[in-house]
């Protein structure tokens, strides 16, 4: 069974390094982040084996954040074997991440 997995500053690079990856750069306070955290849990088992869904705590993990040119929250990035594929900001439905990841398959 696939998760969400959580990430830091000292793993962020490796964790992306293959494969598909989306990334959710949250907080704990963020209302919107809190609101897509359930569709990101069931996105992760309905995409085991495609796609590895990991979250970034932008309290915890300033130097990712910033590395990756993170100015609001949620912001959500792409990675496609290490390279950056796409990136978007907001909150989004259930559909709405399907296509963003669909855009990497």
Request: charge should be neutral.
């Amino acid at each position: 069974m696939n998760r969400v997995i959580y990430v830091t500053d000292d793993n962020f690079n490796e964790q992306v390094r293959s494969g598909i990856v989306l990334v959710s750069f949250f907080a704990r306070w963020c209302g919107p982040c809190k609101a897509m955290a359930p569709t990101l849990d069931v996105l992760a088992k309905e995409y085991t084996g495609r796609v590895t869904i990991l979250k970034v705590d932008i309290d915890k993990c300033p130097n990712t954040m910033n590395a990756n040119g993170v100015e609001r929250i949620p912001t959500m990035q792409l990675y496609s074997n290490g390279e950056l594929f796409s990136s978007a900001t907001g909150r989004w439905s259930k559909e709405q991440v399907i296509q963003f990841i669909e855009q990497a398959l």
